[in-house]
């Protein structure tokens, strides 16, 4: 993907993001595309890259 259409989708994403779900971790949303933009051919890696960010956040809010 090149970098003026990653920069394109992760400006769409946090607009939608601030009008839809505006308590949804803005760094965690970032995280999600930059998982799926580095791991465009490994599923697997790119789930695990996610769900390392989600316990993250989830720890930084004391949900877990």
């Keep these: 993907m090149r970098a003026t259409d990653l920069r394109e989708l992760t400006n769409t ?4 993001r601030k009008e839809l779900h505006a308590d949804l971790d ?4 970032e995280a999600v595309v930059r ?6 051919e490994d599923d697997a890696e790119a789930l695990r890259a996610i769900q390392a960010a989600l316990k ?8 877990t």
């Design 35 to 40: 998982a799926e933009e580095q791991n465009p």
């Design 13 to 16: 994403v946090e607009q939608l």
């Design 56 to 63: 993250a956040v989830l720890v930084a809010k004391g949900a």
């Design 26 to 29: 803005a760094g965690f949303v």
